[in-house]
């Protein structure tokens, strides 16, 4: 058995309970967490927990950038574990390793070395493992079993197919909201901006949107595709296109290219390309941003537009070769590049810096996808900075928010932005610079920062040490309710108190506990003196407690006794 130094202090609150969770699951289930909150950090505590129980540990990842990240965050973490590779021309074996860290497609591969019954499997990007021959990885010899994932939707039947009925159990570790009420996202501002369709542009689009619904209908009415869910429509056609001498097969191949072309033509659209020319001048106050286009083609064009606005950018497709991927990521860490232009290939596994705007100027349906593009933007900013989110959309098309497009990660996204305004094209810039050029953030700057990488143990017992925080909140809570009735130099006290946190917060709690000498006032009051949203308040009133207790709290502790 691997000896360790019992040392968890690394996990944050959501990771702790994840981890219980799982434990408390019998070894079994899908964690999910929204990108930037740490998913590998349970990852790394399962991983040091099984070993230290004498198992084995296979972990699967779905690209070589990934493998690197995982065996980097491992190595620094977990110090005291033997760890291997398999892939990126690393062959190394369990006769050598606790722990076999592989990409999906060497861990398929007739002989792959599998580790002894009874060990731990970590799937990372789980979502991906749901059909085909990736979940030829889900093997009975496995009885531990960590699936992480940023949102557990495929366009398939996967999930119900696969992963759920070998995983079993699913956690929600932590979402947008949690992320923000903990700290460990960064707050965010959302636009969106409808774009016009030239005369052409609509034209064709009416004619390819008519043909590719009718041809839908006559694949699923007369050929007997499935009309739900999407993904499996989508299966059934390409199946179809494939056997030529099918009547069907026409029918799918016409189906196919009428759906290529229309998304292509709502991606390449010139109105796009217009609406970031004229977001250029605000893109340029920004730190760091992703344009997140749809085709290789409108990531070139994007980046030749944000270059002759001035701002140093570059598109990362796969026209790009695996050196060029590396320089160019490097060039936008060290802030050489200032923007990329990206198609899918930057939506997952690829670890990018903290960056401050995002602009869509191509949506997907796939809600997993997005929520991916959310995280990327969310990540917390060693500065504090809030973030912005710019999303594109041609009117009246299947882009248009008011049509219900993207519904579902719409909902998270402005379930916790500061704000959300649709914005007239010819105001896009203007607004977007405003927002840049804010110093402040909009919320104080945050407790934690990019999560280290830090040597982390789980006790051998089953459950992770529990947090007192939640007690300390009350003891606050209450001084702060009984503050109405204390003396003036009591009152004098808890004002001084709240001079050291951020004024916001400390405006929200003057007011919803009488600290002022009114009345306390409720959520919905505070937010119509305050202008603003309900939410916004309660979101503010809790950190304020928070801050209070960290920055405070002794002397708080004090006041009212009369110390």
Not at 214 to 219: D, E, I, K, W
Not at 229 to 258: I, T, W
Not at 487 to 503: F, H, K, N, S
Request: glycine share 8%; charged share 25%.
């Amino acid at each position: 058995m691997t000896q360790v130094v019992n040392r968890s202090e690394g996990l944050r609150d959501w990771q702790k309970e994840a981890f219980e969770k799982w434990v408390a699951s019998g070894y079994r289930a899908i964690v999910e967490a929204v990108t930037g909150t740490g998913k590998t950090h349970v990852g790394l505590a399962a991983t040091l927990d099984s070993v230290s129980r004498g198992r084995q540990v296979l972990v699967v990842v779905p690209s070589i950038d990934l493998l690197e990240q995982w065996y980097t965050a491992m190595v620094k973490a977990l110090p005291s574990v033997r760890i291997g590779r398999r892939g990126n021309g690393h062959n190394d074996t369990f006769r050598q390793y606790d722990v076999l860290i592989t990409t999906i497609q060497s861990a398929i591969r007739p002989g792959a070395p599998m580790p002894r019954t009874g060990a731990l499997l970590v799937a990372d990007e789980v979502h991906r493992y749901g059909a085909g021959s990736f979940a030829k990885v889900l093997v009975n010899r496995f009885e531990e079993r960590l699936g992480l994932t940023a949102t557990l939707e495929r366009q398939d039947d996967g999930v119900d197919t696969h992963l759920m009925p070998y995983f079993e159990n699913l956690v929600k570790g932590c979402d947008a909201a949690r992320g923000r009420r903990d700290g460990i996202l960064a707050p965010v501002r959302v636009m969106t901006v409808a774009v016009p369709f030239s005369a052409e542009e609509a034209a064709k689009f009416a004619d390819l949107d008519e043909k590719a619904k009718s041809l839908r209908n006559t694949l699923i009415f007369d050929y007997g595709c499935a009309a739900e869910p999407f993904g499996e429509f989508m299966k059934n056609a390409v199946d179809l296109s494939k056997d030529r001498y099918l009547p069907a097969s026409k029918v799918a191949s016409r189906y196919l290219s009428a759906f290529s072309k229309r998304r292509a033509l709502l991606a390449d659209c010139e109105g796009k390309l217009q609406a970031l020319e004229a977001i250029t001048p605000g893109l340029a106050k920004s730190e760091r941003s992703i344009v997140f286009s749809e085709t290789k083609e409108s990531a070139t064009r994007g980046a030749e537009v944000l270059q002759a606005g001035g701002i140093a950018a570059h598109q990362y497709s796969s026209q790009l070769d695996r050196v060029g991927r590396t320089r160019i990521l490097k060039q936008f860490r060290s802030g050489e590049l200032r923007s990329l232009v990206a198609p899918r290939v930057l939506d997952e596994g690829i670890d990018v810096p903290a960056v401050d705007v995002g602009v869509i100027i191509a949506s997907s349906s796939s809600k997993r996808q997005m929520i991916q593009r959310m995280g990327r933007i969310l990540r917390l900013k060693p500065d504090g900075r809030p973030a912005a989110f710019v999303i594109m959309y041609v009117a009246g098309t299947n882009e248009d928010p008011s049509l219900g497009a993207h519904e579902a990660f719409l909902d998270e996204l402005t379930g916790v932005a500061e704000e959300v305004v649709d914005v007239d094209l010819a105001d896009a810039g203007a607004v977007l610079a405003s927002w840049l050029d804010q110093s402040a953030p909009i919320m104080p700057k945050p407790v934690f920062s990019e999560q280290p990488i830090e040597p982390i143990v789980i006790p051998q017992s089953k459950m992770m040490p529990t947090t007192v925080s939640a007690a300390r909140t009350r003891t606050v809570k209450e001084i702060l309710s009984e503050a109405q009735y204390g003396t003036p130099d009591q009152l004098d006290g808890i004002l001084r108190c709240m001079a050291a946190i951020d004024v916001r917060e400390a405006s929200v709690l003057i007011r919803r506990y009488g600290i002022d000498g009114a009345k306390p006032r409720t959520l919905s009051q505070v937010a119509a003196e305050m202008n603003l949203k309900r939410m916004v308040i309660e979101s503010l009133e809790k950190r304020g407690l928070k801050s209070l207790e960290r920055e405070a709290g002794w002397l708080l502790s004090g006041v009212l006794s009369g110390s």
